[in-house]
């Protein structure tokens, strides 16, 4: 599981009442802690914008604006996450009905932040002699995306998400990372949300993957394309904070000489799936002072079978010595192995905090037994002040694993004839 980008750089803070905008604030490093200063108020919405700054600068913010005229300003227009040397993602978050008290120094406490793009892996599950993957791109990726997202398309009630970009956005934009090793991309391609169903022009495609690499011992590179199609074939939106990942199950022959004739046929010769988790804003990343720990889920499934395994991706930089793992009443202990730090053991579930590199990177969990009902325990995950409670549950079949069968040969673009 790759590392998601979650570096924290600029914070900064602006001040709403009753949706209507007051004033913006930067904070600033100081003493282990971000700090700023906040005129005395009672019930202020804080919407924390982290590594937007350049993009707050340039917007026409004025007291009184209504929030919803503010979100339309607040535009990213940067969609190449490949370049060397770009790591930091836009993030938002909100604490809401705060009280401000004149010449009282407040600490706030851990703020939720949520990611404004969207992450795609392509991992190759066929050995280097079958297909060795060479670069992974993407075609018709969104021009632009707003920041902060729309309340309303977070409806945690009936699980429903959609995607918005900025009015006049389209999707020509593409990009490319060849940095591959062992048949894996080293590093995520984001994207901003595409929310475009049926029908397109040529300007306003839909988003989807291409992967060129060789066909068994053939020196010519050949392309690929990979949709966003659900286990329905029903294309997918592309939607802020969620991870998609392409893990392609079969190879059975060549595909497109050329790269751009591949971006707009159907696919061919391939089969894959994709595992997409999507994280809340309550499951996505916490800071508290200068400390940050981010999960990529708090819902953990494993297989009915016993040894059935599952990973959550997970970064921080709190030090170990203050991070601890609680499964239902047992302790976790130092590993002895290298690259395991902690471990802990029920008669249900194994969870391992596992480094990658030097650094911890996921959590493993593993099942011990054989599914039946009520298989399922809680596992308190604590870093410094921040504490995340993750329920792992053993499923009797598993979400995280079908796979998108057959020939893809959906294709809803117009040709450019």
Same mark, same amino acid.
């Given at each position: ?6 570096? =924290?750089?600029?914070? +900064? ?11 913006? %604030? ?14 005395? &108020?009672?019930?202020? +919405?804080?919407?924390? #914008? ?20 503010? $979100?339309?300003? @607040? ?5 190449? $996450? ?21 010449? *009282?120094? $407040? ?97 306003? %495609? ?9 066909? !068994? ?11 966003? *199609? ?12 969620? !991870? ?25 010769? #391939? ?6 988790? &999507? ?17 990529? %889920? !708090? %819902? ?22 203050? #991070?601890?793992?609680? @499964? ?13 730090? =902690? ?15 030097? !650094? ?12 039946? +009902? ?35 040969? #959906? /294709?809803?673009?117009?040709? /450019? /004839?």
């Amino acid at each position: 599981m790759m590392e998601v980008d979650s570096k =924290l750089e600029e914070i +900064d803070i602006l001040v709403c009442k009753n949706g209507k905008f007051e004033y913006y %604030r930067p904070t600033w490093f100081s003493g282990g802690k971000y700090r700023t200063t906040l005129k005395a &108020r009672q019930g202020v +919405d804080l919407h924390f #914008i982290a590594n937007s700054r350049s993009v707050l600068e340039n917007a026409n913010l004025t007291e009184g604006m209504d929030w919803d005229d503010i $979100r339309r300003q @607040l535009i990213d227009m940067y969609t190449d $996450r490949s370049t060397g040397g770009i790591t930091t993602l836009p993030m938002w978050g909100i604490k809401e009905s705060v009280d401000i008290e004149d010449g *009282v120094t $407040r600490d706030l406490g851990t703020v939720w932040l949520l990611r404004s793009v969207a992450a795609v892996e392509v991992e190759i599950g066929v050995n280097e002699s079958i297909f060795k993957l060479a670069e992974v791109s993407l075609y018709y990726a969104p021009s632009a995306g707003i920041i902060v997202p729309l309340a309303a398309n977070y409806n945690t009630q009936n699980d429903t998400y959609l995607a918005e970009m900025p009015q006049g956005a389209t999707c020509t934009e593409n990009y490319s990372i060849t940095d591959i090793t062992q048949n894996k991309m080293t590093s995520a391609l984001y994207l901003y949300e595409n929310k475009y169903t049926g029908i397109l022009t040529t300007n306003d %495609r839909r988003s989807r993957v291409l992967i060129g690499g060789y066909y !068994k011992s053939s020196s010519k590179k050949t392309w690929y394309p990979l949709d966003f *199609v659900d286990d329905n074939d029903d294309f997918m939106q592309i939607v802020r904070n969620h !991870k998609y990942q392409f893990e392609v199950t079969s190879v059975a022959g060549e595909g497109y000489d050329d790269k751009e004739e591949a971006a707009k046929a159907p696919g061919v010769n #391939i089969d894959y799936g994709i595992y997409e988790w &999507r994280s809340e804003k309550d499951e996505e990343i916490a800071i508290h002072g200068p400390c940050y720990l981010s999960i990529n %889920r !708090k %819902r953990v499934e494993v297989g009915p079978a016993a040894g059935a395994m599952a990973k959550v991706s997970l970064t921080t930089n709190v030090p170990e010595d203050l #991070i601890s793992l609680l @499964l239902e009443d047992k302790k976790a202990t130092v590993s002895n192995e290298t690259d395991i730090f =902690l471990e802990v053991e029920s008669d249900l579930f194994r969870v391992e905090l596992v480094r990658e590199e030097g !650094k911890i990177s996921f959590l493993s969990v593993t099942a011990l037994q054989k599914w039946k +009902d009520g298989n399922e325990e809680k596992l308190i995950l604590t870093a410094g002040q921040i504490q995340f409670e993750i329920l792992i549950v053993q499923t009797e079949g598993t979400d995280n694993s079908w796979l998108v069968g057959g020939e893809i040969t #959906i /294709d809803d673009r117009e040709s /450019d /004839d």
